[in-house]
Each structure stands twice: as structure tokens, then as C-alpha cells.
């Protein structure tokens, strides 16, 4: 968390997504080299598995100084004060959830795609970096009060926004009230 104010989140983001897909593609080479498709690796090397599990610590160590502190931060920051709380609800679950998919998948999908699996997740890490890159706002610097003008002056989510002449942010209705009687 020492570098979010100092270097700010995208750039966090953009470099551990980085490091995260460059270390699962060397994990996914050094075992299609070392196990084939047929998943059997001969005699295989104490530096070789030293390899294969330094380039695993440097996938976790992305993650640990980027998309996972970070997926709790930034969510924090860019939900408006009305529906903060909703907004973290719904980013915990969503978490949660998809962690409890990928623990109780990763086995079975190693074991079927062996090599595969870390092409599988870094694609994943390509898709997330760019939508980043492209999506979401620098908050580097800017209050939570000030997160109106940041998402007005978007050149995507600002249609999103409504403005008015408060400063504040409103989400554009496209439900239509309901009246009861």
C-alpha cells in the first residue's frame, strides 16, 4: 500500500498485470517444455523446479503488490458516498465468490489442461490490464467528493453520469419509477 499515493493505482495496476502475465507465460513455457502435453516430466531437475517455482513467486508477488490490494482499494474510492456500502457489498461477493470458483476448479483444469491453465489465467490478466488501461480512472490524488468530475470528464462512463448543476453524480435512470396506489 505504500506506493498507491506515490505512483497511484493505474500504474499499479497496468505494471503488476505486467509482471502477473509475463510470469504465468514463462510458468506455462518451462512446463509444456518440461512435461509435454502427456504430463510426464522424465527426470526432472531440482533447477528446473527451483525455476518454475521462483517465476510462481514472482506471479504471486505482482499480485500481492498490485490486482490484490488494489481490487479492495479501488472499489472503495469510486463508488459515490450514497451507495458506497451497496457497491462494496457487491464487490465482496463478487470476490468471494469467484475465489471459491477458481479454488474448486484449478485442480481439475490443471490436470486437463496442464500447461494450458496459466495460458488460460494470463489471458485473463491481458483482458483485466487492458480494461485498466482503457476503463478505469486515475483516483491518484482526487477525494471521494471529487469522483463526480472524474467520471464526467470520462470519455466512456461519462454517459453514464448525469450532470447537474449540485456537482453531484447521479447514475442515469433507464428503470422507470414504480407507482403504487
Known amino acids: 500500500m505504500y506506493g498507491v499515493d506515490r505512483w497511484g493505482r493505474r500504474t499499479l495496476f497496468l505494471v503488476g498485470g505486467v509482471q502477473m502475465i509475463i510470469s504465468q507465460i514463462v510458468v506455462a513455457a518451462a512446463i509444456w517444455a518440461k512435461f509435454g502435453t ?15 517455482v521462483f517465476f ?43 475465489t471459491f470458483v477458481v479454488a474448486q476448479c484449478f485442480l481439475t483444469m490443471l490436470c486437463h489442461m496442464k500447461f494450458g491453465l496459466f495460458i488460460f489465467f494470463a489471458a485473463f490478466v491481458v483482458a483485466m490490464t487492458i480494461f485498466v488501461y482503457f476503463m478505469l480512472p486515475e483516483t491518484k490524488g482526487i477525494s471521494i467528493d471529487e469522483m463526480g468530475s472524474v467520471w464526467r470528464s470520462h470519455s466512456y462512463w461519462s454517459r453514464f453520469v448525469e450532470h447537474n448543476d449540485d456537482n453531484d453524480v447521479e447514475m442515469d435512470q433507464q428503470i422507470p419509477p414504480v407507482h403504487t396506489h
Open 38 to 52: 502427456d504430463g510426464s516430466p522424465g527426470d526432472l531437475p531440482q533447477w528446473y523446479a527451483i525455476l518454475v
Open 56 to 98: 510462481l513467486c514472482i506471479y504471486i508477488a505482482g499480485f500481492a503488490w498490485s490486482w490484490g490490494p488494489l481490487g479492495w482499494l479501488v472499489p472503495s474510492e469510486i463508488f459515490p458516498s450514497e451507495i458506497r456500502s451497496a457497491g462494496q457489498s457487491v464487490t465482496v461477493s463478487c470476490n468471494m465468490f469467484f
